[in-house]
């Protein structure tokens, strides 16, 4: 199944504009085009861009993902070098958990030292 770039763009809730800035930066390279130059997506395209997303999410920059894919394009040989990139970008994202982590618990303290107050306050 093809999608016209608007169709791509919903299904992977994103805007067309964006697609087109993915494609221009070399992250989407096989992006097929009609006779007449529209862009057809594939699902192969939309699974690729499910993990652009992913990686762009988790903060991972733009030019990480394009060496990624830059590797991916050479093929089996770089299985290892992707590999070290994902488990890299892994442990970014378990840091940037934890520390979000060490927020939260400050955030919760603080809701129920407020929520204690308050009732105190509505008890005098």
Not at 85 to 104: C, G, T
């Amino acid at each position: 199944m093809e999608y016209s770039i608007k169709a791509a763009a919903e299904k992977c809730q994103l805007s067309p504009n964006t697609l087109r800035y993915y494609e221009k930066e070399g992250l989407l390279p096989h992006v097929k085009r009609s006779q007449s130059g529209i862009r057809r997506y594939t699902e192969q395209d939309l699974e690729w861009l499910g993990l652009i997303c992913c990686l762009k999410n988790t903060g991972m920059s733009i030019r990480q993902i394009r060496d990624f894919v830059d590797l991916s394009l050479q093929g089996p040989d770089t299985l290892k070098d992707r590999c070290d990139i994902l488990r890299a970008h892994k442990q970014e994202v378990e840091a940037h958990i934890a520390e979000l982590n060490r927020y939260l618990q400050k955030v919760n303290a603080k809701i129920a030292f407020f929520n204690q107050q308050f009732e105190a306050y509505q008890k005098a």
